[in-house]
């Protein structure tokens, strides 16, 4: 699901650092007024920030998704919980972040796909994808068995999440080194009957544990979603993305003109992304 709403410039109202990974801040002001939840537990916002020593406000070009961790529309207030890490608009923006700065809202989406007669879910990703997985153990707590594994630089980034097994995986170097999500999914034993296996993480884990579920698992495609929120190798991957002047869209509209469904098209498109280097 995609919405295409009118923008909303937001003030921020508090910062507070919940973990040495995560800074929590809430938005609010008389520009979040009229902001229409999607109303779905993994909501997404395209967020543009200010850029220091250029401007105080929002740059229009300058943005990054990220959860809505909690929304009061009553009260026009919005909460979004951000990774601080180096490199990062969003992250650099978020260690530094004060009362009275501002951001702009564009867009919105949603991957979160849960099959209405899913008996049970499990979320598994880092520590990227815990705002989301913050929101969806709230909103199913006690009306479905949830599992969830959630891998973390530091141990001081542990949340209590009530409402599901949680298993918190310590990887110092998972900013650096990568992510262990594709061994990890490997040990995992998904309960019986109708399910959903949800996944948000670093770009090349989860495109691993994606042919996992699909391949050798064998999973139909209503029962799991992936979504790939950062790259271990941003960097480089954004230097080859430049120099190899591949138009993306177009190559995944022509795979997707021919594939049997989006699953098909997606392994096409990642056999051709890896021919020409940008996997």
């Known amino acids: 699901m995609t919405a295409e709403p009118p923008s909303h410039l937001a003030d921020v109202l508090a910062v507070r650092r919940l973990s040495p990974s995560l800074v929590r801040v809430e938005l609010g002001g008389p520009g979040l007024r009229g902001f229409t939840s999607l109303g779905v537990p993994d909501e997404g916002c395209l967020l543009n920030f200010p850029v220091a020593g250029i401007s105080e406000d929002p740059v229009d070009d300058v943005g990054r998704w990220y959860t809505v961790r909690a929304v009061d529309e009553a009260a026009g207030r919005l909460t979004v919980d951000l990774v601080v890490h180096p490199g990062g608009v969003g992250g650099e923006w978020a260690a530094v972040a004060e009362v009275g700065d501002r951001l702009r809202i564009v867009h919105q989406n949603s991957w979160f796909k849960r099959p209405e007669d899913a008996r049970w879910q499990l979320l598994l990703g880092d520590v990227v994808g815990l705002p989301a997985f913050g929101r969806i153990i709230e909103e199913t707590a006690g009306s479905l068995p949830t599992t969830a594994v959630i891998e973390i630089p530091d141990p001081a980034d542990r949340q209590p999440l009530t409402g599901a097994e949680v298993t918190w995986i310590d990887t110092p170097e998972l900013g650096t080194a990568g992510s262990t999500l594709a061994t990890v999914v490997r040990a995992l034993e998904l309960p019986e009957g109708p399910g959903y296996v949800y996944v948000a993480g670093e770009a090349a ?72 280097g940008l996997l």
């Open 205 to 276: 884990a989860t495109r691993a544990v994606r042919k996992h579920l699909r391949h050798e698992r064998g999973l139909p495609a209503r029962s799991y979603g992936v979504v790939g929120y950062w790259r271990v190798d941003g960097k480089e991957w954004n230097r080859r993305f430049r120099e190899s002047g591949a138009d993306l869209r177009a190559l995944y509209a022509e795979v997707e003109k021919t594939a049997s469904d989006a699953e098909a098209a997606l392994d096409v498109y990642e056999e051709r992304l890896d021919r020409i």
